[in-house]
């Protein structure tokens, strides 16, 4: 498992590029390649704060692989310029930077929006501080760490965000509807009980309609894991979903030799 640390993040971020044959798998020089912003355009915007060049880059890789839009400052200054630009649904925030205390810039932020923030610590003594705020950090990380479990926080963060009053978006493809804060799923007016790896899964595909996501990402996506071999487990699970999904106009298809990709009339 990879950890974030500032020593080890060029060669971690260059093995990445090396997993085999996920050719959807964003390579680093491709993290900030406009496309993309496009291509996920309608999920949820974040602000990364971070001075340290190469733990930016491998964060917004991984939030980017995870279907996040990213955004990241390396000052408070340009931090306070792009959180009211972008009005992020969420700011990942080392608290030590070089212009601004960590913690004063959290409370500013806050004092303008309810925006939850993960708080990156390098140090034993910021966490000490940061556990014992009252100030309302949603969660924190202290260096090094894997940045799947950052990513996981993220993930959590963001649905019970979802789950508070006015907060909650229900995903539509076709006459699809799947309502991630409820947990529920309609094919047109047509409630559908899905098991939770099942609702996870659809949610991904509905995250991101008429792309080819890989078995390999929908495994580390859904799952939490990607070994290679395990692929099989999502081949089950899609096939339980188009019978459950039967009636639906949105059909996951295969791409034969890739994976999976949800299509609708309308895509
Ligand atoms: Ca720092």
Known sequence: MPNVSSSGCARIVASLSGIGGDDTRLQPGEADAPTY??????????????????????????????????EHAATGQRARALFDEVKPALVVLDLGLPDADGIDLFNELRAQADTPVIALTARAEDTQTVAGLDAGMDDYLTKPFNPRELVSRVRAILRRAAGMPGGGRVLRVGNL???????????????VALRAKEFELLE????QPGMVLTRDRLLEDVWGFAYPGETRTVDVHVKQLRDKLAGADAKIETVWGVGYKLVAPSL
């Open 177 to 191: 509807s799947v309502d991630p804060a409820r947990h529920e799923v309609l094919v047109g007016e047509r409630a």
């Open 204 to 207: 991904a595909f509905c995250r």
């Open 37 to 70: 912003a496009r291509r996920v355009s309608g999920t949820a915007r974040i602000v990364v704060v971070e001075d340290d060049a190469s733990v930016a880059q491998l964060v917004t890789l991984y939030l980017r692989n995870a279907g996040y839009i990213v």
